[in-house]
């Protein structure tokens, strides 16, 4: 059973950015999809971006939110064991606790940006944007 530790949030001003990363143990990440997602006070856990389990030729399958697309990259490290969730353009609006998730499998039968597909989840890191 794979262990997520979530770590590089903070409080930066619209337009910084910041690198999240997730760190696992337990497991090695290679037998699994992964996936970041946020969720703001009194709102939903909404998926902002997920990652394929294998690269291939064509490299990694990745899903973002549309609220995302162009400012966030969702990448993966497996000899480090390690996901991470780069975001550049921040505003006030992606203020919220970021979290990982991971399950077994390929991903690319699941929608991975969807909480009911992930088995495995962090605890969280908290990203601040303030105007």
């Known amino acids: 059973q794979v262990q997520l530790v979530e770590s590089g949030g903070g409080s930066v001003q619209s337009g910084g950015s910041l690198r999240l990363s997730c760190a696992a143990s337990?497991?090695?990440?290679?037998?699994?999809?992964m996936g970041w997602f946020r969720q703001a006070p009194g709102k939903e856990r909404e998926g902002v971006a997920g990652?394929?389990?294998?690269?291939?030729?064509?490299?990694?399958?990745?899903s973002y939110a549309d609220s995302v697309k162009g400012r966030f990259t969702i990448s993966r490290d497996n000899a480090k064991n390690t996901l991470y969730l780069q975001m550049n353009s921040l505003r006030p609006e992606d203020t919220a606790m970021y979290y990982c998730?991971?399950?077994?499998?390929?991903?690319?039968?699941?929608?991975?940006?969807?909480?009911?597909?992930?088995?495995?989840w962090g605890q969280g890191t908290q990203v601040t944007v303030s105007s």
């Open positions: 998730a991971a399950r077994v499998g390929s991903g690319y039968y699941h929608n991975r940006l969807w909480v009911s597909s992930y088995d495995y």
């Open positions: 337990g497991d090695t990440i290679r037998r699994y999809f």
């Open positions: 990652i394929s389990r294998d690269g291939g030729s064509t490299g990694y399958a990745t």
